[in-house]
């Protein structure tokens, strides 16, 4: 009886007030179905095999920070490691490390100094790699300000190295890599941006990084539209303040515990403080409505 009473007391309301609460009941329903399930997915989804996208792993900026650190994840997971950097003795040194932990790895090394000549540098890239089953890539290598500074007192230099460094040298490595999973028909693509370019709505005082990031992350969502049908998945990872040597700080969240994180995708291994970059990255996109979670790992 209650129910027809409520039947008919919708009824006798005006049409735009039926309107506007089916309006209202469906944003309503919206917005909860897109919470759920950003919480499965960042929460509750257990992560992936991720040796299924092939036995080999190309990480850029591999000798320090988040880099060294998925480096460590990966070669645990039984992936072979390709490690880029600029640094010969830095290569050497986190090799070393890596087999002291795991003494099977598999470890080749690539010297590209992601500021100077990339031509030579993603050339050598492209001929170690050749043949090797490369499922994932990691784009890593970065740089910012020294310090902050106002636009018009950053110089001419930094500012050719910011974009060389943060824009054309992810872009390259992923075209010399990105070809042979199509051909594979499988894998992976993991881009370290910023939460400067994402979480916050300005990142004054480090403006042209801030905006080299926010390429990073247009970069990687073009590309999962491109080849999400063709069997490579695409992630953009936007933490905020890592305690490593770009980001001139000693304690806030360390590389060891974000990269763990990024390598597992679920809540099994990932601590509280990992969660709260989770947190915090996805509250503009939910507030806003915009994809944020790739499904990579």
Not at 25 to 54: C, D, E, H, M, Q
Not at 138 to 163: C, Q, T
Not at 179 to 207: C, F, Q, T, W
Not at 233 to 256: G, N, W
Request: proline share 4%; glycine share 10%; charged share 20%.
């Amino acid at each position: 009886m209650e129910l027809c009473a409520c039947l008919a007391s919708l009824k006798e309301q005006p049409a735009w007030i039926l309107a506007l609460s089916t309006v209202g009941f469906l944003s309503i329903l919206k917005a909860s179905v897109g919470t759920l399930l950003w919480l499965y997915v960042s929460f509750i989804r257990p992560g992936r095999n991720i040796a299924g996208y092939g036995s080999w792993a190309v990480v850029t900026g591999a000798t320090d920070g988040i880099g060294r650190s998925i480096a460590f994840q990966l070669a645990g997971r039984g992936l072979g490691l390709v490690l880029v950097g600029r640094s010969p003795d830095k290569l050497r040194d986190v090799s070393a490390a890596i087999r002291d932990e795991n003494p099977k790895a598999r470890i080749e090394t690539v010297l590209i100094d992601f500021a100077g000549d990339l031509v030579e540098g993603i050339a050598r890239l492209k001929e170690a790699i050749k043949g090797m089953d490369v499922g994932i890539l990691v784009n890593n290598a970065g740089m910012s300000y020294p310090y902050a500074k106002y636009f018009h007192e950053v110089d001419a230099e930094l500012i050719k190295d910011l974009i060389k460094v943060n824009v054309e040298g992810m872009t390259k490595v992923t075209h010399v890599v990105l070809p042979g999973m199509v051909e594979r028909k499988r894998g992976a693509i993991l881009n370290i941006g910023s939460g400067a370019a994402v979480v916050i709505p300005s990142d004054p005082l480090y403006a042209v990084y801030a905006a080299t990031k926010a390429y990073v992350d247009q970069f990687s969502k073009c590309l999962y539209v491109e080849y999400k049908g063709k069997g490579i998945d695409v992630q953009c990872q936007v933490p905020l303040y890592v305690a490593t040597k770009m980001a001139s700080i000693r304690e806030v969240f360390f590389p060891h515990s974000i990269g763990r994180h990024i390598c597992s995708c679920g809540p099994a291994v990932a601590g509280l403080r990992e969660k709260v970059h989770t947190i915090l990255a996805s509250f503009p996109c939910l507030v806003h409505g915009l994809p944020f979670a790739r499904d990579c790992c």
